[in-house]
C-alpha cells in the first residue's frame, strides 16, 4: 500500500479523507471500528467551518457567545460577536468516513507497537505479529504515541477540565447563551484565589433544558486534579443557586497543551495530536485539521507519483507541508505566550482575557484560529502588550525559566 494511518481518531479520519480524495491508496490501523463513536465532544469558532463550506457539520450553533473577566458575580459580561459551534460529531465522522468508503479506504483492527524504516519505505509492526509494508506511515493516534520522536523540553502542561451536561434546577447560564470563559471566583476562598491554581467556567446552553458545564484550567504543569475541578464547578453553581438535578455525562479532558515539535527529520509523519497540532494557547485542533489536511495530502500524492522518490525523500517533503517555518514559528511564539501565561496570577489573567478580548475581534479571533500571518500575529501581541495594564506588562516583561529558550525558538525552529 501506498500510505498506512495509524488511528482511527478526528485526526486519521481527515488526513485518510484528504488522500483518498487525491487518490491515494491508503489503509487504516486502530484497535477500534472507525465509525465506533468518538469520547470527545468538539467545540469550534463557527467561522472556521463558514470558512470550508463545513457549517452544516455543527450541531449546534451560538450567536450570544460571552465571557466574565471580573472577580465576582455581576458585572458586564464581554460580549465576543462571534458565532461559536459545536460539532455534530457523529455528522463529522461520517463526513470523513464517506470520503474513505467512496475510495475504498479499509481499517485493520489492531495496534501498531513498532515502526521500522528501510530504503522502499516502512513496516509497522502490529500487537498481534503482523507486519505491515507502506511507502509512508501516518500516526496520528493521538497525543500519547510512543512512536513520534520529539525533544524532552521539560514539563509539558495539561488542560484539564471536568463537565457535567445534564439538567440543573436552574438555568447555569442564561438561555441561548454560550459562556467561553467565566473567570469570576467569589464563590473561592480568598487563600484559594490567591494561591489556588486559576480556573475558569466553559459553559453552554445546549436546548430543551440541558447545559453542559465545565470547569477548566487553561494550562498547568502538573494539570489540575478533577477533583479539584469538580468541587470547584459545583461551588460555583451553588453559589449562584443552582444545584445538579440529572447528570447525563460526565467529562473529564486532560491533553497536553504545549507538546513540543515532533522531530521534523524522523521517517515516521505525523497528523493531529501526535503532530503537536493542538494550539498551544487555545486548546483547538479540529480547524487546524481541517485546513491543514488539504496541503499535507497534496505533498504527499504528489511525491508518490515519483515512484524512484526516495521514501525518506517523501516523508521529509511532507513534513515541510505540514510544519512550513511560518507555522512553526507561531507554534514557538504561541507556545512562549502560553509559558507567561501559567505563571500568572488569577488576576493577572483576568487583566490579560479582558485586555486580549478587547482587541479588534480579526486579531483575537485569528490568534485563537491560527489564521493569522506572522507579522499579523507579532502586531497582535504587540498592540496586546501596549494595551495591557502594568501588571499584565511586568509578567510580560519577566523572562524566568525555559521563556527565553521558547522565545529564540521563534527565530531558530527546532524542527531544521
Ligand atoms: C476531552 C477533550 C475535549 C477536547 N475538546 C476539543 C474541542 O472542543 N475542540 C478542539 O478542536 N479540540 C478539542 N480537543 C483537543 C483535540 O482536538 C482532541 O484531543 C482530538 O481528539 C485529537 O485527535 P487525534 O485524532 O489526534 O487523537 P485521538 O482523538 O486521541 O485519537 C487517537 C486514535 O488513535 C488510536 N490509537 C491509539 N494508539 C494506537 C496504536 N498504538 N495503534 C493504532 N491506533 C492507535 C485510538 O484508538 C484513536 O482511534 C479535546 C480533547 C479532549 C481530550
Not at 139 to 160: F, I
Not at 194 to 210: I, K, N, Q, S, W
Not at 296 to 301: C, E, H, P, R
Request: proline share 7%; aromatic share 10%; hydrophobic share 45%.
Amino acid at each position: 500500500m501506498e500510505v498506512l494511518v495509524i488511528g482511527a481518531g478526528p485526526a486519521a479520519l481527515c488526513i485518510a479523507a484528504a488522500l483518498a480524495e487525491r487518490g491515494v491508496v491508503a489503509e487504516g490501523l486502530a484497535p477500534e471500528d472507525p465509525q465506533q463513536p468518538w469520547p470527545n465532544t468538539y467545540g469550534i469558532w463557527a467561522p472556521e467551518v463558514d470558512a470550508l463550506g463545513l457549517a452544516p457539520l455543527l450541531g449546534h450553533r451560538w450567536h450570544n457567545t460571552v465571557s466574565w473577566f471580573g472577580d465576582r458575580l455581576g458585572g458586564p459580561a464581554v460580549q465576543h460577536g462571534i458565532d461559536y459551534g459545536l460539532f455534530d460529531k457523529a455528522a463529522l465522522q461520517q463526513h470523513w468516513w464517506r470520503q474513505c468508503e467512496r475510495a475504498g479506504v479499509a481499517w485493520r483492527r489492531g495496534r501498531a507497537l513498532a515502526v521500522e524504516h528501510h530504503a522502499g519505505g516502512s513496516t509497522v509492526v502490529t500487537e498481534a505479529g503482523e507486519r505491515l509494508e507502506a511507502r509512508l506511515v501516518i500516526d496520528a493516534s493521538g497525543h500519547r504515541s510512543p512512536l513520534v520522536q520529539r525533544a524532552d523540553e521539560g514539563p509539558v502542561a495539561g488542560q484539564a477540565a471536568y463537565g457535567i451536561v445534564g439538567r440543573f434546577s436552574a438555568p447555569p447560564v442564561d438561555p441561548g447563551q454560550f459562556v467561553l470563559m467565566d473567570y469570576r471566583s467569589d464563590h473561592l476562598s480568598e487563600a484559594e484565589r490567591r494561591c489556588g491554581p486559576p480556573t475558569f467556567l466553559y459553559a453552554m446552553d445546549l436546548g430543551e433544558g440541558v447545559f453542559f458545564v465545565e470547569e477548566t484550567s487553561l494550562a498547568l504543569a502538573p494539570a489540575v486534579p478533577y477533583d479539584v475541578l469538580k468541587d470547584r464547578l459545583l461551588r460555583r453553581l451553588s453559589h449562584r443557586g443552582v444545584a445538579v438535578e440529572v447528570v447525563q455525562h460526565e467529562e473529564f479532558c486532560l491533553f497536553p497543551m504545549n507538546l513540543p515539535l515532533p522531530d521534523l527529520q524522523q521517517r515516521l509523519l505525523a497528523f493531529g495530536g501526535a503532530a503537536a497540532m493542538v494550539h498551544p494557547a487555545s486548546g483547538y485542533m479540529v480547524g487546524a485539521l481541517l485546513r491543514r489536511a488539504p496541503a499535507l495530502a497534496d505533498a504527499i500524492a504528489q511525491g508518490l507519483q515519483q515512484p524512484a522518490l526516495p521514501a525518506e525523500q517523501l516523508c521529509r517533503r511532507a513534513w515541510d507541508a505540514l510544519w512550513p517555518l511560518e507555522l512553526q514559528r507561531k507554534h514557538a511564539l504561541y507556545r512562549f505566550g502560553l509559558e507567561k501565561l501559567m505563571r500568572f496570577s488569577e488576576g493577572q489573567l483576568r487583566a490579560h482575557f479582558s485586555t486580549f478580548f478587547n482587541l479588534p475581534p480579526q486579531q483575537w479571533y485569528g490568534f485563537l484560529t491560527n489564521t493569522l500571518t506572522l507579522p499579523e500575529l507579532i502586531a497582535a501581541m504587540v498592540r496586546l502588550f501596549v494595551q495591557a495594564p502594568w501588571t499584565v506588562k511586568a509578567g510580560l516583561m519577566g523572562m524566568r525559566g525555559r521563556e527565553l529558550a521558547l522565545g529564540l525558538r521563534m527565530l531558530f525552529p527546532a524542527g531544521r
